[in-house]
C-alpha cells in the first residue's frame, strides 16, 4: 500500500516548517530523495595552536553563571555566536548570519548562520530547545544549499545546536544520504574538540 506524501503539490514550505511537524526524519528526508543514518562520524581536527580557545572557554563559563539562557535570542549571542566569530577568524571564511536561501516552494527560508571559505562551507541551525527536530530542518537546509552548489563540493557539513550542546550533522551528494552524528559536544567543557572540528572543516581540501 502506498503512503500518501508529506509535502503537498502547491502548498509553500520554509525550513521551519519542517522543524515543527512530527514525522519521523526519514520519512520528511525521503521526499527529497535522501536516506537518513545514526552513527559515529570521524571528523577531521585542525592540527594547530589554538591560542584563544582557553580564553573563550573561560568567558563561556562566566556568561553561564549570570546570563539566563531560557531564549533562542540569548543562546545565539551568549554561546553561538562568539565560538562561530572565532571559527570565522581562525579559517578565514565569511560568516553569514539569517542567510536567505530559496531553491523552489518546498525548500526556503534563512539558514540561521552560514559559513564559507573557499570551495568548503557549513550551515549552524540554532536552537532554544529540541535538538532531534532541529536536526531535522538542519538536513533540510543542507539539502536546499546541496542544490544551490556545484558538483566539485562532494560532502556538505552542518551544525544544530542549543548553544550548550552540538550535533553535527554530514551530506554525501553521490550517496544522497545524511547521516546524524551520534557524538554531542557539551559546551563550555568541549569547547576545544568543537572549534577544531568546526575550523577542519571549513579548511579542507
Known amino acids: ?63 553561564l553563571t549570570f546570563v539566563s539562557l531560557t531564549s533562542e535570542a540569548a543562546r545565539r549571542e551568549m ?24 531553491v523552489n516552494e518546498h525548500l526556503k527560508g534563512s539558514l540561521d548562520y552560514y559559513l564559507y571559505a573557499d570551495r568548503q562551507c557549513l550551515v549552524v541551525e540554532a536552537k532554544n530547545a529540541d535538538l532531534a527536530r532541529g536536526f531535522t530542518q538542519l538536513a533540510v537546509e543542507l539539502i536546499a544549499l546541496e542544490q544551490r552548489l556545484g558538483d566539485d563540493v562532494p560532502v556538505l557539513f552542518g551544525a544544530v545546536t542549543t548553544g550548550d550542546v552540538w550535533q553535527f550533522a554530514q551530506l554525501d551528494r553521490l550517496e544522497k544520504r545524511i547521516t546524524q552524528a551520534t557524538k554531542l559536544y557539551l559546551i563550555p567543557d568541549e569547547l576545544e574538540s568543537l572549534l577544531r572540528i568546526l575550523i577542519a572543516v571549513l579548511i579542507s581540501s
Open 1 to 63: 500500500m502506498s503512503v500518501p506524501p508529506i509535502l503537498q503539490p502547491g502548498r509553500s514550505y520554509t525550513f521551519r516548517s519542517y522543524f515543527e511537524m512530527t514525522c519521523e526524519p526519514e520519512d520528511i528526508l525521503v521526499e527529497f530523495g535522501y536516506s537518513l543514518r545514526r552513527m559515529p562520524l570521524d571528523l577531521a581536527r585542525y592540527p594547530d595552536s589554538l591560542e584563544r580557545a582557553a580564553i573563550l572557554q573561560q568567558q563561556l563559563q562566566r556568561r
Open 79 to 102: 554561546l553561538i555566536a562568539p565560538i562561530l566569530v572565532e571559527v570565522a577568524e581562525v579559517a578565514r571564511a565569511q560568516l553569514r548570519i539569517e542567510y536567505p536561501l530559496t
